[in-house]
């Protein structure tokens, strides 16, 4: 099956990275999956901004799940959903998501460490807790992608690598699939996380961002685009629309 697990596990090659430009309905998978896509991917924000609803768990989970099945039902290609955090702190109820989100044919998601909508991140036992709970619930066959924000929520005091590289390594013993790194880009701090810690590595590409080359070079496994897509093209939509009012 051209969208199965093994299919979408087996793209995550350091150094021969997969690219994920990040998708948020039908219409924009049918889109990057005519450029060539191996796999789609989508991203909680652009999600949130085209459905109205805004990010961090606003979009309800039955949308979120509605989604990710008119996405397969539009596309023959591997899906891992963004799920944030799960909506939920609380373990059983994490994996009970997750196990829901699978259920819709998506093959992974990425789950995050942040406190969405609050401060900080989740003390490393009850991120680890969590992982732990969704993989007795969804098995082997799906792409559990922890994310940590470290880089995003904390100042670097000069150990913030150390700190990743710790989490990816809990993560990994947890029962991760891959390892979510959004804000690193130095190929140096890649090359210490491919290093040290057991999972693919996911970084971002952003505006600045070094080449793909450079970052493939160091060891990365998978890059997402993120919101910037929709950002652009909400702002191309704009301008176009302002020359036609004009």
């Given at each position: 099956m051209a969208r199965d697990f093994a299919t979408?596990?087996?793209l995550h090659v350091p150094g021969d990275p997969i690219v994920l430009y990040n998708i948020w309905d039908p219409g924009s998978a049918l889109a990057v999956a005519a450029a060539g896509a191996k796999a789609l991917a989508t991203g909680s924000h652009p999600v949130g901004d085209a459905s109205g609803y805004g990010d961090a768990h606003k979009v309800p989970l039955p949308y979120v799940f509605d989604n990710a099945r008119r996405i397969l039902a539009a596309v023959d290609l591997p899906l891992s959903v963004d799920f944030e955090g799960a909506y939920a702190t609380d373990p059983g109820e994490a994996a009970a998501n997750v196990a829901a989100l699978k259920d819709t044919g998506a093959v992974g998601c990425?789950?995050?460490d942040q406190m969405v909508g609050g401060e900080g991140v989740h003390p490393v036992e009850a991120q680890v807790a969590r992982i732990r709970a969704i993989r007795t619930a969804v098995g082997d066959d799906?792409?559990?992608?922890a994310r940590t924000d470290l880089m995003i929520k904390e100042q670097d005091d000069g150990g913030l690598i150390e700190r990743v590289i710790a989490r990816g390594k809990a993560y990994a013993d947890?029962?991760?699939s891959g390892f979510f790194v959004p804000r690193i880009a130095d190929p140096k701090d890649i090359e210490r996380v491919v290093r040290e810690v057991p999972l693919p590595l996911n970084a971002i590409a952003f505006?600045?961002?070094p080449d793909k080359r450079v970052w493939a070079e160091a060891g990365v496994a998978r890059i997402?685009?993120?919101p910037f897509p929709h950002k652009a093209l909400m702002a191309q939509l704009t301008e176009m629309a302002r020359e036609a009012i004009a």
């Open positions: 979408f596990a087996a990425n789950f995050e799906f792409f559990l992608n947890a029962g991760a505006p600045g961002a997402s685009h993120g």
